[in-house]
């Protein structure tokens, strides 16, 4: 077990570094950089050469290669460099802000999971039924629905028109220690909002398992022993079932990100969607690659939790 959990840490090493790689190469090819931002002639007449000993300063002038292997340097050492807007450690910015975007994530996870698990249970038990029909159909307006859109729709009915929710934040203004009933509350409806196409996803998946598994031989047998019906379909089928739904639940996180940072552009969350944002208008490129690697430790630390699963729910990947 061990050596199968080392074998899948060490892989992740160079995909991570590959993922600075090309983040860096992307961030390079947008047109401009930092001082692009601070000339405007509409309030000033500074030229970009008025900023030339500032571009000095921040090692803008050096070759790309070169500020990349200065980068990796510095992450070798634990330190992401430093914002050129705010001038702040990138650790510092991006941690103010992550466990926000940890709250909105995990809450939509887990709201996908539940619900998501429950209705692909109930759905493949009454398959073909009616409530099978409806179930699949609503699972294909809510993957077809952007999450924009969705987000817009539900803060335009539960926030304004049937004040259910709160319009935006984290908390009552002015309030530093918000309680935890209180945070849930904020939450709630960006999280199922970002996970509602997750739920559908899961649905459908918990169904298509269910249904094959329910055909098995071992399932007829469990019945013709007179075992509870609920019993079968829990302790037996479900059980068998779950592989495929660790599947997608590990590559459920890069969505979950990116849906985040419109949910939280919308919501008014204080995360690293809406650090990345401003980021990307303002040329800052440490906080950028901060962030996606943040972001790609996150997705492959997800990966190797899903790997983790599989050896525990199917003996024979941990024996093998």
């Known amino acids: 077990m061990g050596r199968y959990i080392l074998r899948r840490f060490l892989i992740s090493i160079p995909i991570l570094i590959g993922v600075t790689l090309i983040t860096f190469i992307f961030v390079n090819l947008i047109p401009g950089d930092y001082i692009d931002t601070l000339v405007n002639p509409e309030i000033s007449r500074a030229t970009r050469a008025d900023f030339e000993p500032l571009r000095q300063q921040l090692g803008l002038d050096k070759p790309a290669p070169v500020r990349y292997l200065l980068w990796l340097r510095e992450l070798a050492r634990g330190n992401l460099g430093f914002s050129l807007n705010s001038r702040k450690a990138v650790t510092e910015e991006i941690g ?9 994530t995990s809450s939509a996870l887990i709201f996908a999971i ?13 398959a073909y039924t009616p409530l099978d029909i409806f179930l699949t159909v609503m699972g294909f307006i809510w993957v077809s629905v952007p999450v924009f859109f969705a987000a817009m729709g539900a803060l335009y009915l539960f926030a304004l028109r049937i004040p259910i929710f709160p319009v935006a934040g984290t908390g009552p203004a002015g309030v530093s220690d918000v309680p935890f009933y209180t945070q849930v509350y904020y939450y709630a409806l960006p999280a199922m909002i970002l996970g509602l196409e997750r739920v559908a996803a899961f649905m459908r998946y918990t169904r298509s398992s269910m249904l094959e598994v329910l055909r098995q031989d071992y399932v007829v047998v469990a019945r013709a022993k007179g075992l509870k019906e609920w019993t079968i379909i829990i302790n037996h089928a479900f059980k068998n079932a779950l592989l495929p739904l660790i599947t997608i639940v590990g590559l459920s996180l890069p969505s979950l990100i990116g849906g985040a940072v419109i949910i939280e552009a ?6 690293i969607g809406t650090l990345s944002l401003n980021a990307v208008t303002q040329r800052d ?26 050896a525990f729910v199917d003996p024979r990947i941990r024996y093998e």
Request: net charge positive; glycine share 12%.
């Open 96 to 104: 103010l802000r992550l466990t926000s975007t940890l709250k909105l």
């Open 114 to 126: 539940l619900v998501g698990t429950v209705l692909g249970i109930v759905s493949a038990v009454r």
């Open 266 to 271: 919308i919501f008014g969350l204080p995360g």
């Open 285 to 310: 490129y440490p906080i950028i690659l901060g962030v996606n690697f943040i972001g790609a430790i996150m997705v492959l630390g997800s990966n190797l939790l899903a790997d983790i699963a599989y």
